[in-house]
């Protein structure tokens, strides 16, 4: 149960990857939807035309900055709770590892975060049938495939000398407290004057939200390697 030294750096590295990951194969899969959609289809493409014509998509295209800010910063969350909680505690392969705890996450979006966006408990307000749970949890599979790959081969690079290792993560996480508190600054400040440039229909509020929350995450990984690139060994 005891984390490893480098959880932090490694944790946010990860996380980062695995995040872009997933919000690549989200893009693949709304443009599929996309081209096979139809309203007046065959069953499938009537689920598909659902999938990008719904109150989450909706909301989603309102408030596109808010909607990459909050992917962002939720990945990175996970990540250091699986880095510093969850990995120390499961066995098996770390691919396994990863597509277990990926689990977690796609239950809790399907839960919570469907019906706080209008789609419904499991995403059954949406009238596109299993899809939702089903690319949802294509998604997170592959969210957390790549969360436990890349987590467990940052070690073998990071970690060589214990007492330095100990120094870097304390230094490490002293740099992360700085970069988010500076990221969520200067990223409200951008998101709040910035607010026609990204499209914002919901107005600069949301626009400072959604950029302090991207702000907050790039922070957090600059704030945690440079801090740990501080410490050298002596």
Do not use: C
């Amino acid at each position: 149960g005891v984390p490893r030294e480098d959880w932090l750096r490694a944790g946010v590295l990860a996380g980062f990857l695995a995040t872009f990951a997933m919000t690549v194969i989200l893009a693949g899969a709304y443009w599929l939807a996309s081209s096979l959609g139809s309203a007046t289809g065959n069953v499938l493409e009537r689920w598909s035309w659902a999938l990008v014509h719904n109150p989450l998509a909706e909301r989603t295209d309102d408030a596109i900055v808010l909607a990459i800010g909050a992917n962002l910063a939720v990945g990175l969350l996970f990540a250091l709770v699986y880095a510093r909680f969850v990995e120390p505690l499961l066995g098996g392969s770390d691919l396994w590892k990863g597509i277990r705890f990926s689990l977690l996450p796609w239950l809790l979006s399907l839960i919570v975060f469907f019906p706080l966006m209008g789609a419904g408990l499991f995403g059954f307000a949406i009238d596109a049938g299993l899809l939702p749970i089903l690319g949802n949890l294509v998604l997170h599979l592959v969210y957390g495939a790549v969360l436990g790959v890349t987590f467990a081969e940052s070690a073998t690079t990071w970690l060589d000398d214990t007492d330095v290792d100990r120094a870097n993560a304390a230094s490490a996480e002293r740099g992360a407290a700085v970069g988010v508190v500076a990221g969520l600054v200067v990223g409200a400040l951008i998101g709040w004057l910035g607010a026609p440039a990204f499209g914002m229909l919901a107005g600069p509020a949301l626009s400072a939200v959604g950029v302090a929350f991207i702000g907050a995450a790039i922070g957090l990984g600059i704030g945690s390697f440079v801090g740990m690139d501080r410490v050298q060994p002596g």
